[in-house]
């Protein structure tokens, strides 16, 4: 027992992912004891960052709004940074919104300890010592690979259940949390709960005004193109 828990927790790319899949384990009981496992939708959508003069007047009652702009049609959107656009890609490939995203990120995460720990059962790299940690890289590409062929038949199986993803969920008028800062050139993650299920979606920042981490903000609509909703803060 005692070189199973060594083993788990040494060296230190063990830890890491041993520590990491504890988290979810955790995650995963208190879904269960809440009475709710559906997990953390993810729409993961390119960034469109719009640059607009905007006139919106709102009427914010319970979970309501009330939306009149005014756009410049002649407005082009920008196109998504580089990083941001290799990221969104690697969430669509992971499955995410066809398989909730803290079902994705576990899958991932168990794929990734897996692979630690059968990794690390070579001497070489448990002399590596801290530096065993580089090994995380070449296993996470692999755990990437792995996680997209395991969720093909999982978001399959869920949508014969009835699981539709975000698309089926109106958020316009929903208020809930910021998870990330945003600003007119940087897209996040807010976190609102729908039906006692917490649900995290991709925003940006309707009139182009910074939102920091842990703002509540409402949702005021969504992308006609993507699944990014835009939002303000909530005053």
Known sequence: MKDIIHHLFFPVSNAIMTVLMIISVIYWLFSALMGGLDGIGIDAQPDVDVD??????????????????????????????????????????????????????????????????????????????????????????????????????????????GYHGDESIDFIGREGLMQSSIDTDKHGIMQLVVDQDPIKIMVASW?????????????????????????????
């Open 52 to 161: 607009v003069d905007v006139d919106t007047n709102f009427d914010l009652q319970q979970n309501h709004v009330d939306i009149v702009h005014d756009k410049d049609p002649d407005i082009d959107e920008p196109t998504l940074s580089h990083e941001s656009n290799l990221f969104i890609k690697l969430l669509h490939y992971m499955n995410v919104g066809q398989v909730p995203f803290m079902m994705v990120l576990t899958i991932f995460k168990f794929f990734t300890w897996a692979g630690s720990l059968l990794t690390t059962i070579s001497p070489h790299i448990i002399k590596l010592g801290n530096w065993s940690i580089i090994i995380l890289i070449p296993l996470a590409i692999v755990a990437i690979i792995l996680t997209h062929y395991v969720t093909l038949p999982l978001g399959n199986f869920l949508k014969k259940t």
């Open 207 to 235: 009139d182009g005004e910074p939102i920091q981490f842990g703002d509540r903000v409402y949702v005021i609509e969504r992308s006609k193109t993507t699944n990014l909703y835009y939002v303000v803060k909530r005053m």
